[in-house]
């Protein structure tokens, strides 16, 4: 909805789409043109906050660097082309690969940017079935897949996940996640400051473990240094001492408990003494940590990437909720809680309190029989799909906002199996790493060009709300929205060439749905979402449908778009509330706390106790002013000290004779990349840091501003055949390195 303030011109309410805190931002236009950006003060769920990346927004909208005609390869040069002859290439070249190597010839590789644009997250899996392929390929697996896959294991959903109620918290104990520089993940949670301070005014405590000094630990009551990969140790001994010490406390989900005995057991190996050595954190302090966890008048557990980007990450994101569960701090207020979304939510639909629970292994990857886990396979396992000869072999590639050449382990090996393939087509906004091994690029919009509504974010976030954006800019004309160019991507994979009528087929699509969920109703409803189509249709539906919906009718006061367009600040649907037993969808109705693969996989971390710890680990980390590998052609963002550094600890550095300021040659069993150094005494000795999505430097990519400051690219280092076995999650912290001078 737009105000007006001169003649023309106008303010907009428009989600940022930048990462996971999802603010609510002002800003304020000119005709086409983008005259400031700032938080919106009437944004019901961010109130005012934003970053500094917020305001970048205007340099990506106006980057000429951003792709705005569909580009064809020929030879080793890329030609603008139509759109017409962009979706005539693919039809010609795709579908006879399908003919002659199957189904599973064309894989598609979808990124992070997919979760902020609801045409890609709502449309993808169109795509995805059209083509039927088991090679489906995700950011997921280089970043949560362990929590999705632990939270479908003990709730039977694979996005049911518990959210610290920081609003109402006395205790929050943070992991291997640092929301100062993140703003948070898999935890919507915008202005993670102030909500820390008013948790530490009301006499609570934050505390951190960290192998670096985060930000985050620096606003916190204490924080501890963890030897990298340690967590799962640190976790188990927590939980064995809750069992030690008579600590565990059930309290309102007594009855919907099911395996404390089994957990009992297979935590027994893990006393505080036994892990304190290979955590690097003493005993006592192990123990300490229970104890005060399960003293505070409530509090909450919260893992993050650190915890699941290692060989244990299913066993972390479970143990953590395990001592949620375990503390009492489970679905209680001021614990660990689960959002109820306005809309798309499984854990909202279908009958409650039970459920069909998860399945994973439905078939496996080719070369390494790696399992599919929630539809995907391992994103570090398409290079070797591709190199491989065989039946099964990956010929064609779709990638669709994602740059795995920069942001996947193995990046180096990828990008040349990129070049093997037959047939590539990106929908991306750059013609970056990735995209430049590709035939045909599709560019999709800018954000400031459509409509939004957050699809999975409401479901992690720290207070329920509902919020739509309206386009802030009318499209380009002839530019199709992304979801239009999915939809005809899924037709050209199913056979039906370049021109089908894709908004009939999504006609029939949605008919189909509606006869799902309203039966004899169907007609009705479906006189209801006349005039929209696309996204938004299937929000209107979802919205009306869901549980703050008005039924079509039958709820009158409730949801639907139209009460949300006339709210551009969004509506706030009030502090998280207990939802235990209503959301769980486990065949059991009951929290599974020992699902069997989890207590299968703890033996192997058991025997991994005292391996001898590598001199040199490197670990990531995340900037403010960056966010992974596709901002860097930002100016706002670029300007001011380079943010790529590789931080070393003062004794590492006099160690190995490399010094504050240099270029150091920092190299693992997989590759070596140069980088420069900065001296810190944030790190613990032994423990270099350095962040991924750098390496702008390869030949071919038009990111004019990036190119001027490539920095190095982490996943170099890193090795692709790396795995948590149980999600497929990719191993991207730990790793042994060692560093000299350049
Ligand atoms: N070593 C190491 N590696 C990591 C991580 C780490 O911590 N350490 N983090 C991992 C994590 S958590 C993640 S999520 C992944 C992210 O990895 P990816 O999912 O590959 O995401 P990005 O690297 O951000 O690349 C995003 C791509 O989307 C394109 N894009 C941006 N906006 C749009 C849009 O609106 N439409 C379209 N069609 N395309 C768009 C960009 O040009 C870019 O090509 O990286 C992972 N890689
Ligand atoms: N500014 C900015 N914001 C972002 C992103 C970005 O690139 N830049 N990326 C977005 C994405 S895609 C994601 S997934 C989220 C991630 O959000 P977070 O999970 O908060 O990720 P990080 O900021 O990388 O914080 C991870 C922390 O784990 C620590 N760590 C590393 N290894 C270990 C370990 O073995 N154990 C423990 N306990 N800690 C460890 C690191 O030092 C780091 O401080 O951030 C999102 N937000
Ligand atoms: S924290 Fe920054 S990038 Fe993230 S949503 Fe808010 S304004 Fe956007
Ligand atoms: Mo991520």
Redesign the pocket.
């Given at each position: 909805m737009s105000a007006t303030a001169s003649a023309d011109e106008r303010t907009h309410y428009r989600i940022c789409p930048l990462?996971?805190?999802c603010c609510g931002l002002e800003v304020r236009t000119r005709g086409t043109q983008v005259l400031g950006i700032r938080g919106a003060e009437n944004d019901v769920f961010s109130a005012g906050y934003i970053?500094p990346?917020a305001v970048a927004l205007k340099d990506l909208h106006e980057d000429p660097d951003r792709l705005r005609t569909p580009l064809i390869r020929r030879g080793a040069r890329f030609l603008p082309a139509t759109w017409d002859e962009a979706f005539a290439e693919i039809a010609e070249r795709l579908p006879p690969l399908l003919q002659a190597h199957g189904r599973d010839a064309a894989a598609v590789a979808v990124g992070?940017p997919s979760a902020h644009k609801m045409g890609l997250l709502l449309y993808f899996g169109r795509l995805a079935r059209a083509l039927g392929t088991k090679n489906v390929f995700s950011?997921s697996t280089l970043?949560?897949m362990p929590k999705q896959l632990s939270d479908g294991w003990m709730f039977g959903h694979w996005l049911s996940t518990a959210v610290p109620d920081i609003a109402r918290s006395h205790y929050l104990l943070v992991?291997?996640?640092?929301?100062m520089?993140?703003?948070?993940?898999?935890w919507t949670v915008p202005d993670f400051r102030a909500k820390a301070r008013a948790l530490r005014e009301r006499g609570g405590r934050l505390v951190v473990?960290?192998?670096?000094r985060?930000e985050?630990?620096a606003v916190a009551d204490a924080h501890h240094f963890?030897?990298?990969?340690?967590?799962v140790f640190?976790l188990a001994a927590m939980v064995h001492t809750l069992f030690a010490e008579g600590l565990v406390r059930k309290g309102r989900l007594t009855p919907y408990l099911n395996g404390i005995d089994e957990v009992r057991q297979a935590v027994q190996p893990f006393a505080p003494e036994r892990v304190a050595a290979r955590c690097g954190i003493g005993a006592a302090t192990i123990r300490g940590l229970a104890r005060e966890l399960a003293a505070a008048p409530s509090g909450a557990v919260y893992?993050?990437?650190?915890?699941?980007?290692?060989h244990y990450g299913t066993l972390c994101s479970w143990l953590v909720d395990v001592l949620n569960a375990l503390s009492g701090r489970l679905d209680e207020p001021g614990g660990a809680m689960f959002p109820k979304a306005a809309a798309f939510a499984q854990n909202t639909q279908g009958e409650a309190g039970r459920g069909r629970g998860i399945t994973t292994g439905r078939h496996a990857s080719r070369v390494s029989a790696a399992p599919e886990v929630y539809g995907e396979l391992p994103m570090t396992c398409l290079a070797e799909e591709i190199e491989t000869p065989g039946p099964g072999r990956v010929r064609a590639l779709i990638t669709v906002a994602a740059n795995p050449v920069l942001s996947a382990p193995g990046g180096p090996r990828l990008a040349r199996a990129l070049d093997q393939l037959e047939f590539m087509v990106s929908l991306d906004i750059y013609l970056n790493e990735t995209t430049r091994h590709a035939d045909v690029i599709l560019p999709g919009q800018s954000p400031l060009e459509h409509s939004h509504y957050d699809v999975a974010f409401p479901q992690l976030s720290w207070r329920n709300h509902a919020r739509f954006s309206e386009a802030v800019f009318a499209p380009t004309p002839d530019h199709p929205p992304e979801w239009q160019q999915l939809l005809r991507l899924a037709a050209i994979a199913k056979g039906l060439g370049a021109h089908a009528d894709v908004l009939a087929l999504d006609d029939e699509a949605v008919a189909g749905e509606v006869r799902k969920i309203a039966g004899a109703h169907a007609p009705l409803v479906m006189q209801a979402l006349a005039g929209l189509q696309g996204p938004e249709r299937l929000l209107e539906l979802a919205l009306r449908s869901g549980p703050y919906g008005d039924g079509f009718g039958l709820k009158p006061g409730g949801l639907t778009l139209a009460r949300l367009r006339a709210a551009p600040g969004g509506i706030d649907l009030g502090e998280l509330a207990p939802r235990v037993p209503e959301m769980l969808r486990t065949p059991s109705g009951k929290i599974e706390l020992a699902p069997p693969p989890l207590l299968a996989d703890l033996p192997r971390a058991l025997a991994d106790l005292d391996a001898p710890a590598p001199a040199l680990v490197v670990?990531?980390?995340?900037?403010?002013?960056?966010?992974?590998s596709w901002?860097h052609n930002l100016p706002t963002l670029a300007k001011g000290p380079f943010r790529g550094t590789a931080l070393v600890h003062p004794q590492d550095a006099a160690r190995h004779g490399v010094a504050d300021g240099a270029l150091a040659v920092l190299s693992s069993a997989h590759g070596s990349v140069e980088v420069t150094l900065a001296l810190s005494d944030s790190l613990m000795p032994g423990v270099i840091?350095l962040?991924?999505?750098w390496g702008h430097d390869l030949p071919g990519a038009q990111l004019g501003v990036a190119a001027r400051h490539p920095g190095a690219n982490l996943n170099a280092l890193l090795d692709d055949a790396a795995r948590d076995p149980l999600s497929g999650n990719a191993v991207?912290?730990?790793v042994a390195v060692t560093i000299a001078p350049a």
């Open positions: 990462c996971e805190a970053c990346k992070n950011a970043d949560q992991i291997g996640a640092n929301p520089a993140s703003n948070g993940s898999m473990i960290d192998p670096r985060s985050t630990a963890i030897r990298p990969g340690a967590d640190l893992g993050r990437i650190g915890t699941c980007t290692q670990i990531g980390r995340r900037d403010v002013r960056s966010n992974n901002m840091s962040p991924h999505g991207l912290s730990g």
